[in-house]
T-cell receptor, first 115, second 113 residues
Framework: KAGVTQTPRYLIKTRGQQVTLSCSPI?????VSWYQQTPGQGLQFLFE???????NKGNFPGRFSGRQFSNSRSEMNVSTLELGDSALYLC??????????????FGSGTQLSVL | GQQVMQIPQYQHVQEGEDFTTYCNSS?????IQWYKQRPGGHPVFLIQ?????EVKKQKRLTFQFGEAKKNSSLHITATQTTDVGTYFC?????????????FGTGTLLAVQP
C-alpha cells in the first residue's frame, strides 16, 4: 500500500508569490491534516479536512488555505508569501480522525524556501 | 489555550545511558500518542496509550500515561545511536463536535557513540 505522497519535495519562491502544495493520502484514508514545522519548533497545526470539509483549523492567517477533493487528495495554498513562511510543510492522513483509533501517517513533506 | 509541553527540549547522552522525556497537558486527554522523527525525516507513529495509568513497552522503550490523563513519559533504556531524533507526544482532546490531536513541543535526543 502506498504511503502519503507530497509534491513537490522542494520549492523555492520569492516574497509576495503564492504556492500550492499537494498531498495524496493513503488509499482509504479520508482525513488529511497539514502541519508547519520550522527548525527547533514543534508541529504547528494548520488545518484538517475530512470528506471535503474543513473540520479543524489552527491559528494561522487567512493567507493559508486548503481544500480536499472527492478522492481525498488535498491541497494547501499560501498566498502573498513572507520570509517567515519558509518551513517544512507536512501532510498526514488517518483512517478514523478524532477517535481513539486515530493514528497519523505523515508524508515526507514539502520544504518551502521563501527568498 | 490548550497546550502540550515537553521537557526537556534537548538532551544529549552517551550511548548506553538512559533517556526520559516528559509530556504535560493543560487539559485532560482521551489518549496520547508518541511519534519519532529522525533527522531529515518525517514523524513516524510509535505507540498509543488510552487508559489511565497505562504502561506499554517496545523493546527498550517504555511509555506511561498518567493517572489523571494529563501527562505521559517515554523512557529509553541503554540508548543507541539509532535512537537519535525528535520525539513528539500528541494528545487527543475531545472537544464537542470535533476532536483535536495536539502535538507537544518535542524533545530532540542526541546520542554520542
Amino acid at each position: 500500500k502506498a504511503g502519503v505522497t507530497q509534491t513537490p519535495r522542494y520549492l523555492i519562491k520569492t516574497r509576495g508569490q503564492q504556492v500550492t502544495l499537494s498531498c495524496s493520502p493513503i488509499s482509504g484514508h479520508r482525513s488529511v491534516s497539514w502541519y508547519q514545522q520550522t527548525p527547533g519548533q514543534g508541529l504547528q497545526f494548520l488545518f484538517e479536512y475530512f470528506s471535503e470539509t474543513q473540520r479543524n483549523k489552527g491559528n494561522f492567517p487567512g493567507r493559508f488555505s486548503g481544500r480536499q477533493f472527492s478522492n481525498s487528495r488535498s491541497e494547501m495554498n499560501v498566498s502573498t508569501l513572507e520570509l517567515g513562511d519558509s518551513a517544512l510543510y507536512l501532510c498526514a492522513s488517518s483512517w478514523e480522525p478524532g477517535t481513539a483509533n486515530e493514528k497519523l501517517f505523515f508524508g515526507s513533506g514539502t520544504q518551502l524556501s521563501v527568498l | 489555550g490548550q497546550q502540550v509541553m515537553q521537557i526537556p527540549q534537548y538532551q544529549h547522552v552517551q550511548e548506553g545511558e538512559d533517556f526520559t522525556t516528559y509530556c504535560n497537558s493543560s487539559t485532560t486527554l482521551s489518549n496520547i500518542q508518541w511519534y519519532k522523527q529522525r533527522p531529515g525525516g518525517h514523524p513516524v507513529f510509535l505507540i498509543q496509550l488510552v487508559k489511565s495509568g497505562e504502561v506499554k513497552k517496545q523493546k527498550r522503550l517504555t511509555f506511561q500515561f498518567g493517572e489523571a490523563k494529563k501527562n505521559s513519559s517515554l523512557h529509553i533504556t541503554a540508548t543507541q545511536t539509532t535512537d537519535v531524533g525528535t520525539y513528539f507526544c500528541a494528545g487527543l482532546r475531545y472537544g464537542g463536535a470535533t476532536n483535536k490531536l495536539i502535538f507537544g513541543t518535542g524533545t530532540l535526543l542526541a546520542v554520542q557513540p
